[in-house]
DNA sequence: CCCTTGACTATCT
DNA sequence: GAGATAGCCAAGG
């Protein structure tokens, strides 16, 4: 495993576990927030390697769809446990449950508020 | 080294 | 808004 794959993977999985019930992020958001710009594609692979439990159900494409094919298991799956947290999910665009909590990934992650 | 593969994105028709 | 197109970039063959 190379060393890019262990900083990048770890840059990932903590940004992706702050992610908060009913939010969601996409895959270039996480990237970014990681520290790694252009690589959204990289992003998918970290999560399936994975050792630990990841809410990688509330990470999906930039345009607010899930990021499987509409028919797959996997968008049932992903689908379900969205919904669940009370994401709703119309014509495939999702949209993100209602929280009073305004906080940003931002602070959460920097400690440095707008 | 060259080529293909993506759980991606931004942009243009 | 749906397609097509062109970037993107590490990984694996």
């Known amino acids: 495993m190379s060393q890019f794959q262990q900083k990048f993977d770890k840059g ?3 940004v992706v576990t702050k992610i908060k019930p ?7 958001e996480v990237a970014r927030m990681a520290g790694y710009p252009r690589h959204a594609r990289m992003v998918s692979r ?9 809410p990688w159900h509330r990470v999906v494409r930039s345009n607010r769809t899930l990021a499987f094919e509409v028919d797959s298991d996997a968008y049932e799956k992903q689908a379900s446990l969205l919904e669940k947290e009370g994401v709703e999910i119309i014509k495939g665009k999702i949209i993100p449950a209602k929280t009073d909590d305004d906080t940003s990934l931002d602070e959460l992650l920097w400690g440095t508020p707008k």
């Open 12 to 14: 990932i999985w903590q």
């Open 22 to 28: 009913g939010r969601v992020m996409s895959y270039g």
């Open 46 to 54: 970290a999560m399936s390697r994975s050792p630990i439990a990841l």
